[in-house]
């Protein structure tokens, strides 16, 4: 079975300052993760996946996140935010087809991001 | 444009009455998802299809129906048996490739009194 947990519910932050969303996650087998923005009352917006390689990975909107096989996190940051960022962040995991035959996805809780002026 | 489209936006019904949320995308993707979104909770996924004519319940199944008569169709049926229907709704697709990357509609905001 995967899980995932975002451990911060709500993180305030101040315009222009750096951010970090955390994200754990627990599986059997290899994974698959993604973060996703959502705008309120909106659909959800793929930021970036890591799929396979680079452990880095760059997204959309200057967001990257860091593939830790090790501690099995995959936190979402950007070096400088601005108020158009504020919304809710979400993690999920997946794993190959051949373990995962709906392609389901498991997501997180959340994160709230505000930035405040 | 391609894309996921969900009607309508907000919804309302009364208590006791099933509701049809409409859910079609023209990516030509294989597999369809239904998402519930409540506060707090993250999604939790109600139904999902890989193909036309089969579909599968996912976590929270119970007080909900769905068809895939189309490749381009995925209708989510909120029936009066579903305890506490008030939620905002998702529906996601994805391509028939061996990555598992989903693509989501706008959402219907359901409301029941």
């Known amino acids: 079975a995967q899980s995932v947990t975002q451990l911060d519910s709500q993180v305030p932050v101040f315009e222009e300052a750096p951010v970090e969303l955390r994200c754990n996650y627990s599986?059997?087998?290899?994974?698959?993760l993604f973060w996703y923005v959502q705008y309120p009352n909106q659909g959800l917006q793929l930021l970036l996946k890591?799929?396979?390689?680079?452990?880095l990975v760059k997204g959309i909107n200057g967001f990257e996140a860091e593939f830790n096989k090790s501690q099995t996190s995959f936190h979402l940051r950007k070096p400088s935010v601005h108020i158009s960022d504020t919304a809710e962040y979400f993690c999920?995991?997946?794993?190959?087809?051949?373990?995962?035959?709906?392609?389901?996805?498991?997501f997180g809780q959340g994160t709230e991001l505000s930035v405040k002026p | 444009d391609g894309g996921i489209t969900q009607s309508p936006k907000y919804l309302f019904r009364k208590e006791g009455q099933n509701v049809t949320l409409s859910c079609e995308q023209n990516?030509?993707?294989?597999?369809m998802y239904w998402y519930r979104q409540d506060p707090g909770q993250g999604l939790r996924l109600i139904y999902y299809?890989?193909?036309?004519?089969?579909?599968q319940k996912g976590d929270i199944a119970e007080g909900y129906s769905v068809s895939r008569e189309k490749k381009e169709s995925f209708p989510l049926t909120v029936t009066s048996a579903q305890k506490n229907p008030t939620a905002f709704y998702l529906c996601?697709?994805?391509?028939?490739?061996?990555?598992?990357?989903?693509?989501f509609g706008p959402g219907t905001r359901l409301t029941v009194t």
């Open positions: 996601a697709s994805r391509p028939g490739t061996t990555f598992n990357e989903q693509y």
């Open positions: 599986s059997s087998v290899s994974v698959y």
């Open positions: 890591y799929l396979s390689g680079s452990t």
């Open positions: 999920a995991v997946s794993g190959p087809l051949i373990y995962n035959q709906g392609g389901k996805l498991i």
């Open positions: 990516l030509n993707h294989d597999a």
């Open positions: 299809s890989q193909i036309v004519n089969d579909f």
